[in-house]
């Protein structure tokens, strides 16, 4: 059997939730994190694994959907906990989690410091230290975009440039299910486009978002919003 697991991690320390949805891919052989959260996420990771009876004593492989923190901060003490894990990213993208580009978070960032008025300064700053103090990691294996791959029972890699530009989901075919990253969000229960703030392209990301109208697909996972298993071809072609 294989099957295709979500993972709410929440941050929050308060009343209200605020909370990042991991996916876990898993079978006999494999235990495949699609991106991994922020830094310091191992307590919550293992905890969100051990509510469906696993652990990350069985992680393989990690699948990284993009460089934004909050996709891949904890990607480094992953690594470093568990070495034999195999991390895995688009050529494009892993030139940005390994260090050897300078994060476009980081540089669009920058660009809009001389913009900003005084008081929305510190807020900037705070920003752009959690940016820097992401550790690179390296990459295993470049994925291919648009190209399937054998694990957990056949994965789709779905290139999904526009938020960033090697930017992918996943679709694994047993379960219907598309992991979407950040190409698409749920927002108070509504399928959107990616905060266009963010989204480095917004021509590229929603000709990325049609590309989903290809999938048979039963179950959405959102990284910001969580899982849709209704009318989802019409709220993609709403868009
Ligand atoms: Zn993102």
Redesign the pocket.
Known sequence: MTHCTHLPLNYSKTESPNILNVSVLWDDNDLILVDCGNPNSIDLLQDALRWNGLSLNKLTKIII??H?Y??YGSLAELKEKYPHVQVYATQVESEYINGSKRSL?LVQAESIYPTLQDNQKEQAMAFHKKLESITPSNIDGILEPDTDYPWCGGITIVSTPG??PG?ISVYHKPTRTMIT??AMVIEHGKLET?NPR?TLDNDKAYQSMKKFLNFEIERLIC??GGVMTQDIRENIEAL
Do not use: N, V
């Open positions: 959907t993009h934004d909050d996709h978070r938020h960033m930017h990253g950040d990616a963010y990284y910001h």
